[in-house]
DNA sequence: CTCCTAACCTAGTGAGGATTAGGCAAGCTA
DNA sequence: TAGCTTGCCTAATCCTCACTAGGTTAGGAG
């Protein structure tokens, strides 16, 4: 097999095993075998386990940086961009199982990794902000009127959504939509509302 | 130093260790270190690593149900209580903070302990669900009029939490009643309301 | 036919870290 | 004072990987 279609399926089954065990317990014999060669043909392609896992993080994160992208701007009332970008990202979490869970669910207690993570969420936490910000001008900022809320407000919002799509992982069976009625039902008319019968779109 | 007293000195350093770098990172001779005594004398009082953090989980999680167990039933309004229940669990985590990353956060890739934290959260989620199903009658449940529905709100509400936990802990300056008001913000007014600038109790 | 290179392989090496073997010293107890 | 128990230690052992050394084979070029 020539070297560019052998690394495509060594990133392939690396993907798949970085997402399944998490990088500490990924192990390198299991990548090579899922790619039907011995260990040691992963250093013809990858100078080392660390290599192999940031280059696969910084593809993966190039696609979905160009997902959000397209979802996070536009001049559409707040509420329906909002419901457009949490929709995008479940869809990129439906087609995307393995690299969605490498990049946000890999939890293998490897310091570097974690600084990685760590990152990541920061990048996150930035990316949304654009999303919330200009919910009511610039006073009524989504949870209060300084930085700090609105930073809570984007988390609360991230690792929610975070949260749901790791137990969708474990409920295949529920379509997106629904999904996405949960988090447009919860953050955005609020639980109180939700409470009362009233629903996003229902 | 006997060993009743020794062994408590072990426990605190182990949760400590264990809350920093994870099952699968944290070493027996650090925890030992942390103690004042060698390696070996950690297996005079716990069988192996597994025993050791499994000891902790029971008597970490044990403390936190009771915390949790006095603050999710009552008579009061549901936001009411939604709000002493977060309220009473960032109290816990402000006191405990490494019990609680112990049990919520460590993320170390072990399979065993990977286990025990998926039936952690289920059992989060089940304790959880009280708070919200009795939102309005028997019908209007929180996110939908089914189970799955109501799950999700459950889920999005845990992993909000969670996450705005973790985001705290690197922001601990902030004092707790601002995080607390941030998830009824968020999630019991809704970002929508919030956005226009009304607050939980403002 | 000979040489070269690409793509693989088998068989180590070495480090990190849990766990165990076996012993030593200090204080009771008789 | 002899003997036992408690609390602790040093020095292995052993296992799991990431990674490396050093070949082997197939097929194309000259």
Redesign the pocket.
């Known amino acids: 097999?020539?070297?560019a279609a052998?690394r495509e399926v060594i990133e392939e089954a690396a993907t798949e095993v970085f997402a399944a065990r998490g990088y500490a317990?990924?192990?390198?014999?299991e990548i090579?075998r899922r790619s039907?060669?011995?260990?040691?043909?992963l250093?013809?392609h990858f100078a080392?386990?660390?290599d192999l896992h940031g280059r696969l993080i910084e593809r993966h994160l190039a696609e979905m940086r160009a997902v959000w992208g397209e979802h996070l701007t536009g001049a559409e009332p707040p509420g329906e961009r909002i419901h457009r970008a949490v929709d995008a990202w479940f869809a990129y979490v439906e087609s995307h199982p393995f690299a969605w869970r490498m990049v946000f669910a890999d939890t293998s207690g490897d310091p570097d990794v974690r600084a990685l993570h760590d990152e990541i969420q920061g990048q996150s936490r930035r990316a949304l902000i654009p999303l919330l910000e200009h919910l009511e001008g610039a006073t009524g900022v989504a949870g209060g009127q300084d930085e700090e809320s609105l930073e809570m407000a984007v988390e609360l919002l991230r690792s929610a959504i975070a949260g749901l799509a790791l137990w969708w992982h474990d409920h295949r069976d529920i379509p997106r939509e629904r999904v996405v009625a949960a988090v447009m039902n919860a953050l955005w008319l609020g639980l109180e509302r939700t409470g009362r019968g009233e629903r996003w779109r229902d």
């Open positions: 097999m020539p070297a052998r317990r990924a192990s390198m014999e090579a039907d060669v011995s260990a040691p043909v250093y013809d080392s386990k660390r």
